[in-house]
Every structure is written in structure tokens, then in C-alpha cells.
T-cell receptor, first 114, second 115 residues
């Protein structure tokens, strides 16, 4: 079965510090990988995606993520966090072989301290 | 370009009632997917509609049903509501061919509370 693990439920970083959110997946197929962000009471906003090609992908708001096939990981990074980045972040995986659904991780809540 | 919209924003129902949630897809998108997000969890796939036909379903009972209209808007219907149906219901639209995973863009969600 397909699964996505986000090991960190909560992460707190200081404003201006770097950030890395972890995502590991278990999929029996070539995955399509996504990161979404959700502010309280809101829908999901797409940050970035990986389908193929260069394993380091750039997204909006200064975020980037690196696909590492050998580690089944797709970690999200940002070199300098802003207070407005406080939100919940979801990693999601899809694959053509499993139809059109996205499987989401449980999310990581990011807190930014000033 | 208009994004994904959902209505209503909030809804309160009692156990046993029926509810209909609505979604308008992003301009140019022909596929709509529905997800349920319980409190403190990630979204879970309910089903997807492509060109008015159901095109994949998650592990949800038949009392969860849907429709897609010729303009690609969609409805999610839930019959015989249970307390555990309380959640944020998210609609996502995408564009592409059936069987392909394309980027899904989400609406703001409908918060359903079942009392």
C-alpha cells in the first residue's frame, strides 16, 4: 500500500533560521511528489512539485525540495524562514499506476519564533 | 484566472441528515477530486470525477456519492450523516487525461460539523 510519512508533527524555528521538513514515502511505482501548505482554516496551496528530471525543484515563497530516490525522500527546505511561513505543511504522493489520487502525510506544523 | 471555489464555507447538520457540497473547478480544468480532512490529519481521497464519470474512489462507503456537470463543476453528497463525518471537505481540480496524475489545485474547503 502507498504511504507517506512526515516524521515531525511540530517544528519550531527562529525567524531567519533555515528549515528542513522531512517526507518519506513508500510507493511501488515511480512517484509524483508534491508539497502543499495550509494556513489555519484554509485550503491547500501548492508550493512545488516533482514529476521527473532535475531532482532539486524550486517552488514559491523561496521553498525548494530535493527528491532522493535511494532514500525514498522528498524533503522541503528554505534557507531563511519568515514569520509568515508559520502554517501546516503536507507532503503528497501520486503515481500513474495508482490512478489519480494523492496520498498525503499527516502534516508538519511549523511554528516561527521571533 | 478563477481558482477553485467551494460552497458553503461552513455547514452544521445533525446525525442522519443528508448534505450536498459544491465545487467549481478552476478555469480550463476537466477533473475534480474530493478529499476529507479530519481534524489533525492529512486529507484522504474520497473520489474523482473526469468528464462526468467517476474515475477512482478511495475507501469511503457508498453513502458518499458525487456528480460532475458538463461545466466540470461538481457536487459531493453524503447521506445518513455520522458524527465521524465532521471534517473539512476539500475539492481539487486538475486538467489532463483519465488515468494520469496531474497537479491538483485545491479550493478553500467546506467545514462540515455533524451534531
Amino acid at each position: 500500500a502507498q504511504s507517506v510519512t512526515q516524521p515531525d508533527i511540530h517544528i519550531t524555528v527562529s525567524e531567519g533560521a533555515s528549515l528542513e521538513l522531512r517526507c518519506n514515502y513508500s510507493y511501488g511505482a515511480t512517484p509524483y511528489l508534491f508539497w502543499y501548505v495550509q494556513s489555519p482554516g484554509q485550503g491547500l496551496q501548492l508550493l512545488l512539485k516533482y514529476f521527473s528530471g532535475d531532482t532539486l525543484v524550486q517552488g514559491i515563497k523561496g521553498f525548494e525540495a530535493e527528491f532522493k530516490r535511494s532514500q525514498s525522500s522528498f524533503n522541503l527546505r528554505k534557507p531563511s524562514v519568515h514569520w509568515s511561513d508559520a502554517a501546516e505543511y503536507f507532503c503528497a504522493v501520486g503515481a500513474r499506476e495508482y490512478g489519480n489520487k494523492l496520498v498525503f502525510g499527516a502534516g508538519t506544523i511549523l511554528r516561527v519564533k521571533s | 484566472e478563477t481558482g477553485v471555489t467551494q460552497s458553503p464555507t461552513h455547514l452544521i447538520k445533525t446525525r442522519g441528515q443528508q448534505v450536498t457540497l459544491r465545487c467549481s473547478s478552476q478555469s480550463g480544468h476537466n477533473t475534480v477530486s474530493w478529499y476529507q480532512q479530519a481534524l489533525g490529519q492529512g486529507p484522504q481521497f474520497i473520489f474523482q470525477y473526469y468528464r462526468e464519470e467517476e474515475n477512482g474512489r478511495g475507501n469511503f462507503p457508498p453513502r458518499f456519492s458525487g456528480l460532475q456537470f458538463p461545466n466540470y463543476s461538481s457536487e459531493l453528497n453524503v447521506n445518513a450523516l455520522e458524527l465521524d463525518d465532521s471534517a473539512l471537505y476539500l475539492c481539487a481540480s486538475s486538467s489532463g487525461l483519465a488515468g494520469n496524475t496531474y497537479t491538483q489545485y485545491f479550493g478553500p474547503g467546506t467545514r462540515l460539523t455533524v451534531l
